[in-house]
């Protein structure tokens, strides 16, 4: 038996750092499902399996459903089993398998709105979807029960979704899994779903393929399917990990301590992006200081660089920064200003305790700072440090304008 | 710059051209009385140097003479770094501006209309507000130099809402603060960027960037709670849903197993109405049966009863007949009684009526004797009184003829006469006296007055002549002699004497008296007639006794009159009861009066005796009716007894004792056939269609449940699947997606806001700082000032970091705050303000102050030194004061006088 095992593909997720951008994502992942389909048509599946989530809850909008549907369909030589799981689980008439688009959908899809078992290629798959959204029992205790209905030889697949119960790695209402699921219930395979990376276990019997299309940055193993090849009743199977993700996620950094090199650096990175702007998510972190001239070009040149990628993001933690001498010439220039940086320190240091160094003569007393803050109507319970960073950026960016 | 003259053309009370002027260096002192135009002068002054010529604000209009559609004009010359300059201004009609310089001996125009204006503008270093007139804080220096009147104790904030930076310089000046101009400009473009998008008090600028955004963010707040209740209440559906099925299931069960029941139930019950149905046949032939057997055996006792009861009847009617005989023979012999006792009572009734009346009769005319008395004394008296009225009227008659005059009025004539005559004496006092001696016997004619007379003179006596005007004489061998007075004295003395003879006259004829001696009789008779009235009026009250009025006491007479005439003729007393005198009359009715008595008495014997033979004579009616009534019932009772034997025989012709052996015999057949039908009914058979009413009902009730609740879950199957659709997460995502972005750059623009504002703010706090630590000087200065007016070297002048003056006192923590102190302190130091303001200015060319009655509540003793501080900054200022005071300024500087032409 062949199977083309996936799972948590959240159509329809909501990506609240992507802003406008958002919708964009959502449309990326319903392209890697007919990409990932069409993988399964060419390997000749028994059974393409979605073992949870195909949607991010059971009330996302009906133009994604009828999409996916109609995705489905295009592949009507691909059977297609779909598991309900702790996102969209089968709760009734309000869940997204009750929508016309289901009610009517192609021959080859069939969803498991409740435990059930389904004959496929002399095996049977059988199913335990979830019907609601929390519980603290293991859905896979169901399979057991209805495999044992099913004597005899055929090759039996498992299918739920749910946490595995690995200790202090899951929440104990997150449908707990045990790590020997699919051999305590006799099981040939156990397809899951929930977590979003690659995690294999019970003596390769039971796998989590994570989402084939990472969400979030950092994130280890995810992006692939699991290409499942089952010679017979108690062998193992052959698990073959796929990439189909369309979307790469980069997280890259520019460090201004030497920003020839950190130029450099960047352009080689983004090369090896070969080119795949509308693939690729970047996310790009300056860090350190730099005069103003060499601040103000890195940043348009940064801007222009990273323009093409439409899922780029942007995190300045960079600063202005003068040599010692540079700044011991404007305090010695300005002593109003010496004092007034001094006087931010002072401030920072009462109020969001960063240590203060500078040692003036006229220090700013508690009294002060916390009249100036009621006068300038600003919470001090809100100050962070980064307040204090930033005045001190901006008294010493607007200097040279003010000259 | 100081001011040389000012002029006014049609300017508030001046209606004609008016100016002040020449005002020199040094201390100047306009002093007039209130509404003089002091103040006009100023604001005239401050309208022609600082306003536009077309400005038409209310100010301006103001200016212009109440009443009236004059166009004020004014023109002010005034010298500013050494060279003199007249600016002359109309408003309002055909505004006309001129700007002039002194060249050559004569007036040069520099500029006129809108260029004339902004060339004073220019060279004062004043400004104009968009609309409207200036106010001080557009008049550059001057509007710190110039106090105006009622604002002595107010000082210019020297930062704010100043259109110039005027205020800033002079407070840089005056406190030497040296702000580092790139660190001030810094703080400029802090403060710029932050008001971009705050308001001082820290909130989001009106339809800037930051709120803006924020107002979408809200809106998307709100759009995603209402997204989120949305789904709430899909949710709580659900779990109503998934409550349903079970819910449904065990209803649908139910409804099945009491149908079943019911339909049981329901053959069970027809069987046993059936049954129940016979028995309750032969429950009615059973009662039927009964029912006759009691019948015939009532039938039997009730004639038994009618026999027995005949007989009594009959007795009893014999009886009757008997007492009825004997009630009648009573009866008659007490009506018999009763007549005779009647006629008694008459007789009596008939004697006491008799008595009665000559009782009554004695008694009206005893009245009428006494009424008669009444009458008579009544009579009298008020003839007495008519006289004594009579006499008061005539007095009364007499005072009203005489004059109108009262003792002040004619006091007030007295005083007049003596008036008169004094001033006649003085008249002939103070007029011409002429002493004429003559050596020789001689005549002369004199004429005074117009009169002419002669007179002969004796040697060596001494004549003398007196004359009010003037004395003519005509000494013989000499000539004419004229002499005439003309003392003014004389003329007021004519004038007084003939107002006060016109007076005279006047009160004379108010008072209807021809002469002075007419009044003071009338007075005198008028006292003495008011004398008479009042005893006329004493002895009338007397004669009256209790009566009010005379009329009072003659209408009593008159009823009284009346009366005693329908008494008379009611009575028509005989000769001799009208001869009786009243000791007589009352005999005879003390007599009548015994006799009534006796009689009444007999009357009510007889009355007791009728009364007692009417009772006696009633009770024997009586007891004739109840024996004849007894005998009629008796007689009916005997008639209906018979009647019902007949009947109840008639009824059974069998026979009544046979009729009842029939009716046993019925009755017990029916019984028997009863006993038979109960015996085969099942057991609870009267319950049983109260059953299969419950069990139809129960079915009934469980299957609306069911179908209500099938109804209820496909409906709410259908809003599920329909409300499911709706796609509420995917909103809400894309609402979250939209609020994430909003909030992340709210976010960047409150730290950005903070922190420039947190830069802006401590630039600034160290700005004051050092402002503050540059203040002790000017501190020293003001104090020192102060100290001379005040006299008072302990205390000093603090002044905060705005340069305002904070307070006084020995410390600045133990000061007293500047609005604490007493309206005379305060406009003091602001005078040492101003002078200091004025030393430290001057030097540039601004050395005008302009004093408007500044110090109202300055005690006299401050006043003096204020006058030395001033005499002491004369030489280097032009202090022009304004004052309604002028005795407080005299011998101070220059007067100046508001001159007409």
């Known amino acids: 038996m062949k199977l083309l095992h996936t799972a948590d593909w959240q159509l329809g997720k909501c990506f609240k750092q992507f802003g406008e951008r958002a919708s964009e994502m959502r449309q990326v992942r319903l392209e890697t499902l007919r990409r990932t389909l069409q993988i399964a048509r060419e390997r000749r599946v028994d059974a393409f399996v979605v073992a949870g989530d195909l949607f991010e809850d059971n009330e996302v909008d009906d133009g994604i459903v009828r999409s996916a549907v109609s995705i489905l369909g295009e592949f009507a030589d691909v059977p297609v089993f779909i598991l309900p799981g702790n996102h969209d689980p089968s709760v009734g008439p309000g869940s997204v398998w009750n929508r016309p688009s289901f009610q009517n959908a192609s021959k080859n899809v069939r969803v498991f709105r409740s435990a059930e078992t389904v004959e496929v290629s002399g095996g049977y798959l059988i199913a335990s979807p979830l019907q609601q959204k929390n519980s603290t029992l293991d859905p896979s205790l169901k399979l057991a029960e209805l495999a044992a209905q099913f004597p005899g030889e055929g090759i039996r697949v498992g299918i739920t979704h749910g946490a595995l119960a690995i200790p202090s790695k899951h929440e104990p209402n997150d449908f707990p899994i045990a790590l020997n699921a699919a051999s305590r219930a006799g099981l040939d395979y156990l397809a899951v779903g929930h977590w979003h990376n690659w995690l294999l276990q019970d003596s390769g019997r039971l796998l989590m393929p994570g989402t084939p299309e990472p969400d979030e940055f950092d994130q280890a193993d995810s992006g692939h399917v699991a290409f499942v090849d089952i010679g017979g009743r108690g062998e193992l199977p052959k698990i073959e990990k796929l990439r189909v993700a369309s979307l790469g996620w980069h997280t890259l950094d520019f460090d201004f301590l030497d920003v020839a090199a950190a130029r450099e650096h960047l352009l080689a990175e983004l090369a090896k992006l070969g080119g795949r702007v509308n693939a690729s998510v970047v996310r790009l972190r300056l860090h350190g200081s730099a005069s103003r001239d060499v601040l103000a070009s890195t940043r348009q040149w940064v801007g222009d660089l990273l323009r093409p990628y439409p899922f780029a993001q942007l995190n300045d933690e960079s600063g202005l920064a003068l040599t010692a001498a540079e700044l011991e010439f404007v305090k010695n220039k300005h002593p109003i200003l010496a004092q007034v940086l001094a006087d931010l320190d002072q401030m920072a240091s009462l109020t969001v305790g960063v240590p203060n160094n500078s040692a003036f003569s006229e220090s700013l007393s508690p009294g002060d700072k916390d009249r100036l803050l009621a006068e300038a109507h600003i919470n001090q319970s809100e100050l962070k440090p980064m307040h204090f960073e930033i005045a001190r950026q901006l008294l010493l960016q607007n200097l040279q304008d003010a000259g | ?901």
């Not at chain 2, 971009?196 to 989001?204: C, R, V």
């Not at chain 2, 700082?769 to 008072?792: G, I, K, Y």
């Not at chain 2, 006058?867 to 032009?878: E, N, P, V």
């Open chain 2, 1 to 901: 710059m100081i001011i040389e003259s000012i002029e006014l053309d049609h300017v508030g009370p001046f209606r004609q051209k008016v100016s002040i002027g020449p005002l020199k260096s040094g201390i100047n002192v306009l002093a007039a009385p209130n509404e003089a135009g002091k103040t006009t002068f100023l604001r005239a002054a401050a309208r022609a140097l600082f306003d536009k010529h077309t400005c038409k604000d209310d100010e301006i209009w103001s200016m212009q003479p109440s009443g009236s559609e004059l166009a004020p004009k004014v023109a002010v010359v005034f010298e500013h770094e050494g060279q003199r300059y007249r600016v002359e201004k109309r408003f309002l009609n055909n505004p006309e501006s001129r700007f002039m310089t002194w060249n050559g001996g004569d007036w040069q125009l520099l500029a006129d209309g809108d260029a004339a204006d902004e060339r004073v503008q220019k060279l004062l270093q004043s400004s104009v507000p968009s609309r409207g007139a200036t106010k001080a804080a557009h008049w550059g220096m001057l509007g710190f130099l110039w106090a105006q009147q009622g604002e002595a104790s107010k000082w210019p904030d020297w930062d704010e809402d100043w259109k110039n930076e005027t205020g800033k310089a002079i407070k840089s000046r005056l406190a030497r603060v040296e702000m580092d101009p790139v660190i001030d400009h810094l703080r400029s473009l802090l403060w710029e960027a932050y008001t971009e998008l705050f308001t001082p008090t820290g909130k989001a600028r009106a339809r800037g960037e930051l709120e803006q955004v924020e107002m979408e963010l809200r809106k998307i707040g709100e759009e995603k709670e209402q997204v989120k209740q949305q789904r709430l209440e899909l949710d709580s559906m659900q779990r109503q849903f998934s409550e349903l099925g079970p819910r449904l299931a065990s209803l649908q069960e139910e409804t099945a197993a009491r149908e079943k029941e019911a339909n049981e139930l329901r053959g069970e019950a027809t069987a046993a109405e059936l049954q129940l149905k016979e028995v309750e046949q032969r429950r009615g032939e059973f009662d039927t049966a009964k029912e006759r057997l009691e019948t015939v055996s009532g039938d039997i006792d009730q004639m038994t009863k009618f026999g027995g009861r005949l007989k009594d009847v009959q007795t009893e009617l014999v009886r009757a007949n008997t007492t009825l005989t004997d009630a009648v023979s009573k009866e008659n012999a007490a009506k018999q009684d009763v007549a005779n006792a009647q006629k008694g009572l008459d007789a009596a009734t008939l004697r006491w009526r008799q008595l009665n009346e000559q009782r009554e009769r004695a008694a009206n005319l005893i009245k009428l004797k006494q009424d008669e008395k009444k009458k008579a004394d009544t009579e009298k008296l008020a003839k007495k009184a008519a006289g004594y009225a009579e006499s008061v009227l005539k007095l009364r008659a007499q005072l009203e003829k005489l004059p109108n005059i009262t003792p002040a009025k004619l006091k007030k004539l007295q005083d007049l006469n003596a008036s008169i005559r004094e001033c006649e004496t003085k008249l002939e006092t103070i007029g011409l006296s002429v002493e004429l001696k003559p050596d020789s016997a001689a005549k002369l004619t004199a004429t005074r007055e117009g009169k002419r007379e002669s007179l002969s003179l004796k040697t060596g006596e001494t004549e003398t002549l007196r004359a009010p005007q003037s004395l003519e004489l005509l000494l013989s061998g000499w000539g004419r002699l004229w002499i005439r007075a003309g003392a003014t004295e004389l003329s007021l003395l004519q004038s007084t004497l003939a107002d006060d003879r016109e007076t005279f006259r006047e009160q004379l004829a108010g008072v209807e008296c021809a002469s002075l001696k007419d009044a003071e009789t009338a007075v005198a008779r008028r006292r003495d007639l008011l004398k008479e009235i009042e005893s006329a009026e004493e002895k009338l009250g007397d004669s009256l006794d209790e009566f009010a009025s005379l009329e009072e006491l003659q209408s009593e007479f008159a009823a009284i009159e009346r009366q005693t005439k329908a008494l008379r003729e009611t009575l028509s007393p005989t000769p001799s009861e009208a001869k009786a005198s009243l000791a007589e009359l009352e005999s005879n009715a003390e007599r009548s009066k015994v006799a009534l008595k006796k009689a009444q008495e007999s009357q009510s014997d007889a009355d007791t005796d009728l009364r007692r033979l009417q009772k006696a004579a009633e009770s024997f009616g009586k007891t004739r009716e109840q024996a004849d009534r007894e005998k009629v019932k008796l007689a009916a009772d005997v008639t209906g007894l018979e009647r019902q034997v007949v009947a109840l025989e008639e009824r059974y012709p069998q026979g009544l004792e046979r009729a009842k052996a029939e009716a046993q015999g019925a009755f017990v057949r029916a019984e028997a056939r009863h006993d038979e039908a109960r015996k085969k009914l099942p057991p609870d058979a009267d319950k049983l269609p109260e059953r299969n009413k419950r069990a139809s009902a129960a079915f009934e009730q469980v299957r609306q449940e069911s179908e209500r609740r099938k109804s209820e879950f496909n409906q709410m199957e259908g809003a599920l699947q329909s409300r499911g659709a709706e796609g509420l997460y995917s909103k809400q995502a894309i609402l979250e997606e939209r609020e994430e972005a909003l909030s992340k750059h709210v976010e960047r623009l409150r730290d950005r806001g903070w922190a420039t504002r947190l830069a802006h703010d401590l630039i600034e706090f160290r700005k004051q700082a050092a402002t503050r630590a540059v203040l002790a000087p000017l501190e020293s200065r003001l104090s020192s000032t102060f100290a001379e007016v005040s006299r008072d070297t302990g205390r000093r002048v603090f002044l905060d970091e705005h340069l305002q003056i904070a307070g006084i006192g020995a410390s600045r923590d133990a000061m007293i705050s500047f609005t604490h102190l007493s309206q005379g302190a305060k406009e003091q130091l602001l005078l040492c303000l101003r002078l200091a303001v004025a030393a430290e200015v001057g030097p540039s060319g601004h050395r005008l102050v302009v004093l408007d009655d500044v110090l109202v509540n300055t005690d006299g003793q401050r006043q003096k030194r204020v006058l030395d501080l001033l005499q002491s900054f004369g030489d280097q200022l032009q202090i022009l004061i304004v004052t309604c005071h002028p005795e407080r300024y005299r011998g101070v500087g220059e007067a100046i006088e508001i001159r007409g032409e």
